[in-house]
């Protein structure tokens, strides 16, 4: 299974609505997880099957997709969500990641 | 809360072999699937492999030959070995907790990663 995300990078201001896109190459039900890297830290878990929070992650981001697209939306960026994105595919026998989505503020 | 630590080598000599270990502290040990997962700039993040306390283990098979992954549940502890190493295994190390609910697998803890650099 192959992912692609779009856009690769963007640029928003604090308080903006931001969306990325995640699509696999075949249809994976709600096996995708989204995770955040800040610079010079490890991914940090955000979401997992496609639109659960995860514990201690701000409400402000959230999941939705299934099949072959997936999005992840941060509704009201803060200046702390300068980071990269990825996406991953939960097969449990051979999980693969996203190439990432850089967003900067 | 669950914390993971990578220890091992930050150089390693080409055809040589990488070890790493990662050390968790914190939460249960038994019931998770512990997985290494690397990070290149070439090739992006790259999961390598997991295994369970039972020894049940699952490996990348564009590593496969190369990899052993082991687990000690008296120290807590879990490793990878892997041999041969080129300029291409440089890489940002982590170790990750897995919540296995089949068919699927998502990395809840992350250790802070260790650069490991191939290089004669």
């Known amino acids: 299974i192959q992912l692609t995300q779009s856009p690769s990078s963007l640029s928003a201001s604090v308080g903006d609505r931001v969306t990325i896109t995640c699509r696999a190459s075949?249809?994976?039900?709600?096996?995708l997880a989204w995770y955040q890297q800040r610079p010079g830290k490890a991914p940090r878990l955000l979401i997992y099957?496609?639109?659960t929070l995860q514990s201690g992650v701000p409400s402000r981001f959230s999941g939705s997709g299934s099949g072959t697209e997936f999005t992840l939306t941060i509704s009201g960026l803060q200046p702390e969500d300068s980071a990269t994105y990825y996406c991953?595919?939960?097969?449990?026998?051979?999980?693969?990641f996203g190439p990432g989505t850089k967003v900067d503020i | 809360q669950v914390e993971l630590q990578e220890s091992g080598p930050g150089l390693v000599k080409p055809s040589e072999t990488l070890s790493l270990t990662c050390s968790v502290s914190?939460?249960?040990?038994?019931?998770?699937?512990w997985s290494w997962i690397r990070q290149s700039a070439g090739k992006g993040l790259e999961w390598i492999g997991r295994?369970?306390?039972?020894?049940?283990?699952n490996y990348n098979p564009s590593l496969r030959t190369r990899v052993t992954m082991s687990i000690d549940t008296s120290k807590t502890q879990f490793s990878l070995e892997l041999t041969s190493v080129t300029a291409a295994d440089t890489a940002t190390y982590y170790c990750?907790?897995?919540?296995?609910?089949?068919?699927?697998?998502?990395?809840?803890?992350w250790g802070q990663g260790v650069l490991v650099t191939v290089s004669s």
């Open positions: 990750a907790r897995g919540v296995v609910v089949p068919p699927t697998i998502y990395f809840d803890s």
């Open positions: 914190g939460g249960s040990f038994s019931n998770y699937y």
């Open positions: 295994l369970y306390s039972s020894g049940s283990i």
């Open positions: 075949r249809a994976i039900s709600n096996y």
């Open positions: 099957t496609a639109s």
């Open positions: 991953q595919h939960l097969n449990s026998y051979f999980p693969g």
